[in-house]
């Protein structure tokens, strides 16, 4: 499994746990619980804002270099 997979899985448990215990205390509607723990779970595994998982650096190939090419 991968990490990402892994951590989507724990932050939608989390919140759905933590949802749960702001139902039983305030009275929420309870189907919002997981409603809220998916999205967070979508969250984390896309992450648009590069806020969990570092963006990859592009790599160039040695022949891509201004330096390496043929005269």
Do not use: C, H
Request: net charge neutral; aromatic share 16%; no cysteine.
């Amino acid at each position: 499994m991968s990490k990402r997979a892994l951590a989507a899985f724990l932050w939608f448990a989390a919140a759905w746990f933590g949802y749960e215990i702001v139902w039983s205390v305030t009275g929420v509607p309870r189907l919002g619980g997981p409603v809220v723990a998916f999205m967070l779970g979508a969250l984390v595994t896309v992450d648009p804002f590069g806020w969990f998982w570092p963006k990859a650096e592009p790599t160039t190939g040695a022949a891509t270099e201004p330096s390496q090419l043929p005269a």
